[in-house]
């Protein structure tokens, strides 16, 4: 089947632009989770969306703000981009219907913030 | 809140030898998944192997174990018969089993590399 879909792969935005990235998650999957991935920070959680409902939140501003359609496609917007939101975003996906589930991550838009 | 420690940012292994990678957590909560992820050049982060904290048999996956140590909240990978393709960033990773819960924390990372 196929796996977790996120688009665009690369991107380029000028600072104080708006973005916004999409994720398409397993057929099936209910539950969407965002990282961000930089070399300072690592991996830190952002968000999770579970049946179109935000789930679990991260420590981040709330320029970052995501949203789950009924299909489970889930969007992540980032306005007023700064040169630190320059970063690989990764999204996972699970059945998220029980607490024992794994996680398929996608692989991941790098946007890079000039 | 839970933190996730790798002390070994690069490791090195030849082929077909074994290597283990370290991996140490931070819990109040009895109850919780540890994970073993990779990520290679392509970005995607693949499960590698996963350990319920109830269990005490250690998870295996082919060439990949681990050593899990609850008291010692040490949770240790191990790669047998190294090969090529095992080279990539590894992350270890701990969620919380309680509740809603969902969210991943990881560990900052090793990279391993495989010589011939």
């Known amino acids: 089947k196929a796996g977790v879909t996120q688009t665009p792969r690369y991107l380029i935005k000028t600072r104080g632009q708006q973005v916004t990235l999409s994720c398409s998650p397993i057929s099936g999957h209910r539950s969407v989770s965002w990282y961000q991935q930089t070399p300072g920070q690592g991996l830190q959680f952002l968000f999770e969306?579970?049946?179109?409902?935000?789930?679990n939140k991260g420590n981040f501003p709330g320029r970052f703000s995501g949203r789950q359609f009924s299909n489970s496609r889930s969007e992540m917007n980032v306005s007023t981009l700064e040169l630190g939101d320059s970063a690989l975003y990764l999204c996972?996906?699970?059945?998220?219907?029980?607490?024992?589930?794994?996680?398929?991550f996608g692989s991941g838009t790098r946007l890079t913030v000039v | 809140a839970q933190t996730v420690t790798q002390s070994q940012p690069e490791m090195s292994v030849q082929e077909a030898e074994t290597v283990t990678l370290s991996c140490t957590y931070d819990?109040?909560?009895?109850?919780?998944?540890l994970f073993w992820y990779k990520q290679p050049p392509s970005r995607q982060m693949i499960l590698v192997i996963r350990q319920e904290a109830y269990k005490q048999q250690n998870a295996t996956e082919n060439r990949f174990s681990v050593n899990f140590q609850k008291a010692a909240k040490s949770f240790s990978l191990k790669i047998s018969d190294s090969q090529l393709g095992d080279a990539a960033m590894y992350f270890c990773a701990y969620r919380s089993a309680t509740g809603t819960a969902s969210k991943l924390t990881f560990g900052t990372g090793t990279r391993l590399q495989v010589t011939l």
């Open positions: 996972a996906s699970s059945a998220g219907s029980t607490l024992n589930y794994g996680y398929t």
């Open positions: 819990t109040s909560e009895s109850d919780y998944y």
């Open positions: 969306y579970f049946s179109e409902t935000q789930r």
